[in-house]
């Protein structure tokens, strides 16, 4: 079993910037990709950026140019460098691990507010 700790999140100021870790434990055998996914309040939860097994990135449309994921192997960490932060990027961000067989496995979530 893997279990993710996120990171990094906090209040900053429209156009700044802040950067989330997202710390894997346990087997990552059975990992296809990890992902960053946000829930802002009353919306659904979206995925924001994904990284798979073999390094290929996704992002969603909204975050596209903006945001950028990463991984260090050695530190068995995940990042997500958030950069010219909009309001509407206020979120709880959540890191998940994507399993084949074995379903997804989900961070506690860090929450990121930006002020206008």
């Known amino acids: 079993q893997v279990q993710l700790v996120e990171s990094g999140g906090g209040l900053v100021q429209a156009g700044g910037s802040l950067r989330l870790s997202c710390a894997a434990s346990?087997?990552?055998?059975?990992?296809?990709?990890v992902g960053w996914y946000r829930q802002a309040a009353g919306k659904q939860r979206e995925l924001v950026a994904q990284?798979?097994?073999?390094?290929?990135?996704n992002y969603a449309d909204s975050v596209k140019g903006r945001f950028t994921i990463s991984r260090d192997n050695a530190k068995n960490t995940v990042y997500l460098q958030m950069n010219s932060l909009k309001p509407e990027d206020t979120a709880v961000y959540y890191c998940?691990?994507?399993?084949?067989?074995?379903?997804?496995?989900w961070g506690q979530g860090t929450q990121v507010t930006v002020s206008s």
């Open positions: 998940a691990a994507e399993r084949i067989l074995l379903g997804t496995a």
């Open positions: 346990g087997s990552r055998l059975s990992i296809n990709s």
């Open positions: 990284i798979t097994r073999g390094g290929s990135t």
